[in-house]
């Protein structure tokens, strides 16, 4: 019981510790080092990529997405078509692609 | 004072040295400021400091003027300040065995990332913040980010709200959590040191 509220004092000197930090400056080469890194960089040549900017990640994925949707979407009314398969077979039989017995026939012979 | 705004950003983007001149002398304080306040040693927050200043010139072609330039130039500081911080603690910690160990203390000041070496620390505060900071390092990455700025790099909460792109009442209720975590955690840290 006696420990508590020194816990509790620590703590909020603690939290108070930070509260009148000085400014530290930086070293006086600081600028130097950094404008001698810049001249070492390669240059960037990105002007022609500029047009695409706007189709940031968050575009990229929302097209990916409307793209499989459709694309499923197609697939299933293609198939779910139930005339689909007899319209085949008709232009099979029109065009003599299908398979009959008969063509089996003459094949055996 | 700088140029206007636009016509500086035009001056960067031409890449003179005297327009990246006078971005250090602007930032190079401001920039440094921030990275030590995330990032308490001095050498190491320097190091970061540079990176930024490196990123400014790499990304200024990107710089799409939607936020102001200080703006962004803070975002990419925080951001290398936290990749750092990310990478030091992945070396540093052995989460998994410490916590198959039992040995997986709330703030652990052997485990912290850095050597703690801030100069703007008074002597007699110094051992109080050593552990303050090892508290923050346990905070979530969004209250951390926010207690850093508004406490330690004096920021105010309008700033803190254009860098991290929150409304200031979401600023005001991360920082209530914070001090909350982070008075939990130096309690259970001081009961356990048994003072």
């Known amino acids: 019981m006696k420990n508590k509220p020194n816990i509790d004092q620590l703590v909020e000197d603690t939290l108070n510790s930070v509260s009148g930090i000085d400014t530290v400056k930086t070293s006086p080469l600081f600028k130097e080092r950094v404008l001698s890194r810049m001249a070492e960089q390669p240059i960037e040549h990105v002007e022609g990529l500029r047009y695409l900017d706007w189709f940031t990640p968050r575009y990229q994925a929302a097209a990916l997405i409307c793209f499989v949707v459709l694309n499923a979407f197609a697939l299933l009314s293609y198939y779910s078509d139930s005339g689909y398969g007899e319209h085949v077979e008709n232009f099979a039989e029109i065009y003599g692609l299908s398979e009959t017995t008969t063509d089996s026939y003459l094949y055996q012979n | ?195």
């Open chain 2, 1 to 195: 004072m700088l140029l206007n705004e636009e016509n500086f950003i035009k001056a960067l983007r031409e890449g003179t040295n005297q327009a990246y001149g006078q971005l250090l002398d602007e930032y190079q304080q401001k920039v440094f400021g921030t990275c030590i306040s995330f990032v308490p040693n001095k050498e190491d927050a320097e190091d970061i400091a540079q990176e930024v200043f490196v990123e400014v010139f790499n990304s200024i072609d990107r710089f799409k003027g939607d936020s102001k330039l200080s703006t962004w130039i803070y975002r990419i500081s925080v951001n290398k300040s936290l990749e750092f911080i990310r990478k030091k603690n992945t070396k540093k910690r052995f989460g998994f065995m410490q916590s198959l160990l039992g040995n997986d203390l709330p703030i652990d000041r052997s485990s912290y990332f850095t050597e703690f070496n801030h100069p703007g620390i008074q002597l007699e505060n110094k051992e109080k913040s050593e552990i303050l900071f090892a508290a923050i390092n346990k905070l979530p990455e969004a209250q951390r980010v926010v207690y850093t700025l508004n406490k330690i790099d004096d920021l105010s909460y309008k700033e803190v709200s254009e860098i991290t792109n929150k409304s200031v009442s979401s600023i005001e209720s991360l920082l209530f959590r914070a001090k909350k975590n982070l008075q939990e955690l130096l309690h259970d840290y001081y009961k356990k040191e048994g003072k």
